[in-house]
């Protein structure tokens, strides 16, 4: 047998914590091995309010969730530890469950786990709709002083409306929709000078051709070779998802064919 020492069974001892603290601990390690990827800037300015929480909004897939990682890396390059920030994603399969009762559990873990700057821990709260009484939540988190918390969540279940009775007021709020053309052309490399010249005008007139035919959703905009099958699995998801399951619409073939009838007329004069 080999003597364990007293500091092998503090290292070892989160591994064999079991139920939701252990768990949690497992995501936020994650998280703080994780390298936070190389988002573009978007052109929407944020700010961390102190006793409010930032809550982003928007249609699904327009990149509320790479907004926050964004923002976690913009942090980092003015100064804040990678550990003082903290990403949860409660759509993690792991974090499924969680209860009110869990806050707790919640609150201690993340004083373990991450290490406050300035005295203030940010919290990336990420499908925050799948915590019941996320609002109750929050609000707590705001109410101790020491968290600057920024949430975001499905178009589907988490709209401005929400939004605002679930925070009463305690909140700012920031619109994430699709690229602007301008981020658009961003992401393309396009620099918008020398317009005059016959090419760069050509140029431009087919980047706008290809925006407004296939959008501007930023994974349709990043992989141009699958934008048409994007967009047909984004518009089956929204209708059937936001639209259909959210408003219980029982005949969902009807509308199916009424909203085929508007897309057809789009644009056109009638």
């Known amino acids: 047998m080999f003597p364990i020492g007293n500091s092998f069974l503090i290292n070892l001892f989160p591994i064999l914590t079991v ?3 252990g768990l949690l601990r497992e995501v936020i390690e994650e998280w703080f091995a994780f390298n936070i990827p190389t988002v573009l800037p978007r052109d ?3 700010t961390l ?3 409010s ?3 982003l909004v928007g249609p699904r897939r327009a990149g509320k969730t790479y907004f926050m990682y964004w923002i976690a890396r913009d942090l980092v390059n003015r100064g804040w530890p990678h550990r003082s920030i903290v990403y949860l994603d409660f759509e993690d399969v792991r974090l499924m469950g969680i209860r009110p009762s869990d806050f707790g559990s919640f609150i201690k873990v993340i004083n373990e786990e991450a290490k406050a700057w300035n005295d203030r821990v940010v919290l990336l709260l990420d499908e925050v709709q799948n915590i019941p009484e996320w609002g109750r939540w929050v609000r707590t988190l705001l109410n101790r002083g020491r968290y600057l918390v920024v949430v975001s969540g499905s178009s589907s279940r988490l709209r401005a409306s929400e939004v605002s009775t679930e925070l009463r007021g305690r909140y700012i709020e920031r619109l994430v929709l699709p690229f602007s053309f301008r981020e658009f052309l961003r992401v393309r490399g396009f620099q918008t000078d020398y317009l005059r010249v ?3 005008h050509g140029e431009l007139l087919s980047h706008l051709r290809n925006y ?3 959008g501007a959703l930023p ?3 990043l992989k141009p070779e699958l934008a048409g099958e994007l967009v047909k699995a984004y518009r089956q998801t929204i209708v059937y998802r936001d639209v259909i399951d959210r408003y219980r619409i029982r005949d969902a073939s009807f509308f199916e064919t009424s909203l ?7 644009g056109k004069c009638v």
């Open 19 to 21: 139920g939701f603290e």
């Open 44 to 46: 929407i300015n944020y």
């Open 49 to 51: 309010p102190e006793g």
């Open 53 to 55: 929480a930032l809550a």
């Open 198 to 200: 016959p090419e760069r």
């Open 212 to 214: 407004v035919l296939n």
């Open 219 to 221: 994974e349709v905009v």
């Open 260 to 266: 085929e009838l508007v897309e057809d007329s789009f």
